[in-house]
Structures are given as C-alpha cells and as structure tokens.
C-alpha cells in the first residue's frame, strides 16, 4: 500500500504564550522536542490565539508508520489585519512571501490574528 506524503491520522495539542513580541516563543521549543523525543513525521500544523486568556493552541498532524525527522517552528508578524479588504491580500501575500524565504525546508504553514489584530505566519520545516 503506498501512503502518500502528507497523509496524517494522528494529532497531539500544545498550549503556550506568546512572547513578548507575539510571536510563538516558547512553544516552538516545546514542539521541536516533542517531535524529536517521539521520533515522529509531522505533517501539518493548526494554530489558534484564544484571546480571553491570551493562548496559543497549537496541534501538530503526523505520522508515526514510515518515516521520522525533526522540524523547527518559527513565527512572523506579517502586518497589521484591523479593516482588512480584498485590496489588502497582495500586500499580506507578499509579507507571508517573504516570512517564507527566511526559511528553508518548509513542511506547511499557518496563520493566527492576536488580539491587537495583528496577523502571523507560523512555519514548520524539516531540520
């Protein structure tokens, strides 16, 4: 049976703050260790900021049947989203755009607004 590549059944959460800039912080670590010490392939990642207690929820998808290899998490403040309009989407492209070409090997990415109604890009590549 042939599997394709980013093909997942399994998912682990994580919860953590954002740092002082907003972005990720801590949470990369964590996730970074996590995918390591389980010898896991994850293949995709969803992100949340929950504004009430000001949390980040983050699920990673994987695998854990064919193959395994570490990755790296990193955020970006893009822009700021307050009255975004469909004039905005080229100017928000090219800020994911370049987010994107600070990284090499990217598996996936994700976006997440905080409170302030700034937007992120989180990015998951293989180390």
């Known amino acids: 049976m042939t599997i394709a590549a980013q093909v997942h059944e399994r998912f682990k959460l994580f919860l953590g703050k954002p740092d002082a800039s907003g972005n990720i912080g801590q949470l990369a670590d964590n ?8 010898r896991v392939a994850p293949k995709s990642i969803g ?13 990673i998808g994987y695998r854990t049947d064919d193959e395994a290899y570490t990755v790296r998490l990193a955020s970006r403040k893009i ?12 100017r928000l492209e090219q800020g994911l755009a370049t987010a994107a070409a600070a990284e090499t090997h990217v598996i996936c990415h994700e ?10 890009m989180v990015t998951m590549a293989k180390t």
């Open 31 to 38: 996730v970074a260790a996590w995918v390591a010490s389980e």
């Open 47 to 59: 992100i949340e900021f929950i504004e009430r207690s000001r949390t980040l929820i983050l699920s």
């Open 79 to 90: 822009a700021a989203v307050t009255d975004i309009g469909p004039g905005d989407l080229e």
């Open 111 to 120: 976006l997440y607004v905080n409170d302030e109604d700034e937007l992120y």
